[in-house]
């Protein structure tokens, strides 16, 4: 491939032909947002899903895998030479978006991780303050509380 005037900046632009070994083979961006993103929102995940499993109280597998999944493809769309090659070929960039557009969000939404944080973080103390309707600006009906005060 040669070199693209119009791509510039700090990006990983493949120099090999693309193949199945070269688009999935771990090549970080010099700055990757979106891998490091689904590997936190991954962990913080899981941390939930143990503490539930810990406490005996129940919580799907089936969300859990779903979930998992959706991470793993988001940081292997964005990570992997996939990215690179998104930014030469218009069908690696299509696999690319749609992947990203009709993949993943279904699968982190089946994976519930609104209930999962409702479920797993503790009803008292701070987190009660923190969750009430009329607990400050990190409150979970904020948009309520700041349309209802007088």
Known sequence: MQDDPGVTGPVWLPTAPPSLETMLAPTLQ???VLPALA???LVLYLAGACRLWLRGRRWSIGATISFT???VVLALVTGAGIEGYGLRLFSAFMFQQLT???????LL????PGTLLLRAT???GWARWCWSRRGGPCAAGSVGWCCTRR
């Open 109 to 112: 939404v089946l994976g519930r």
């Open 69 to 71: 999944v959706g991470c």
């Open 30 to 32: 010099p700055v990757p």
């Open 122 to 124: 503790p009803h008292r």
């Open 39 to 41: 590997a936190v929102l």
């Open 100 to 106: 990203l557009m009709m993949l993943v969000p279904p």
